[in-house]
């Protein structure tokens, strides 16, 4: 029987966080370049030379396999560096910095309650993009990336998800969401949902 995995991720206010009045300063997150960022993802994952991203390519990049569907504007199952370079440019024009998410995990249909969930932005993105990390607790788990004010809540990005907990795990590399509002898995309700299939 094949297993399923659903992934459900609850943001919480996806706003522009703006300086609080505690002294912290105000929320900044890695800077965006989508032309270079985009020909970085082209020159990382296509390996068959074609200009684009397609077919067995996406294993290497999770993250942008979970977002394919709405990026790809001609339907050729594929990315091309333009597709990609147009949703940075979307995330850039939204004004967010960081968002907070407050995330739900299934594994074989039944919810986490405890473990560790972990987000790795796609190396695409650049070193200026660090890992999310969070503890499960009453059943969420709302992720943090370093930043300054250590605010909890991460920038948007392409992540490969690793969840590590006695009910079941999410490989590294198997899993991949987009963290952005406008997302096609964002859902009135808040809710993504990701599966193995």
């Known amino acids: 029987m094949k297993r399923l995995f659903g992934f459900w991720a609850l943001l919480g206010v996806s706003l522009l966080l703006s300086e609080t009045g505690c002294g912290r300063p105000a929320p900044k997150a890695p800077e965006l370049d989508p ?3 985009a020909a970085k ?12 991203i397609d077919g067995d ?5 999770p ?8 990026i790809d504007e001609d339907k050729d199952k594929a990315l091309s560096a333009d597709e990609i370079q147009k949703r940075l440019e ?3 024009a939204s004004g967010i910095t960081l968002t907070s998410a407050q995330i739900v995990c299934r594994v074989n249909g039944k919810q986490v309650k405890e473990g560790t969930l972990r987000l790795v932005p796609d190396p695409f993105l650049g070193e200026n993009f660090l890992p999310a990390e969070g503890e499960f607790i009453n059943g969420t788990c709302q992720p943090a990336a370093p930043n300054p004010g250590n ?8 992540y490969s998800v690793e969840l590590s907990s006695p009910q079941g795990n999410f490989e590294p590399g198997k899993m991949g969401v987009e963290i952005f509002d406008e997302s096609r898995h964002f859902i009135k309700n808040r809710r993504y949902e990701i599966y193995d299939d």
Do not use: H, S, V
């Open 35 to 37: 032309p270079a960022m």
């Open 41 to 52: 993802a082209i020159e990382l994952y296509d390996t068959n030379g074609n200009k684009k």
């Open 57 to 61: 390519e996406f294993t290497q990049t």
């Open 63 to 70: 993250g942008l396999e979970f977002a394919r569907r709405e």
């Open 90 to 92: 979307a995330w850039k």
């Open 151 to 158: 605010y909890q809540a991460l920038p948007l990005g392409f």
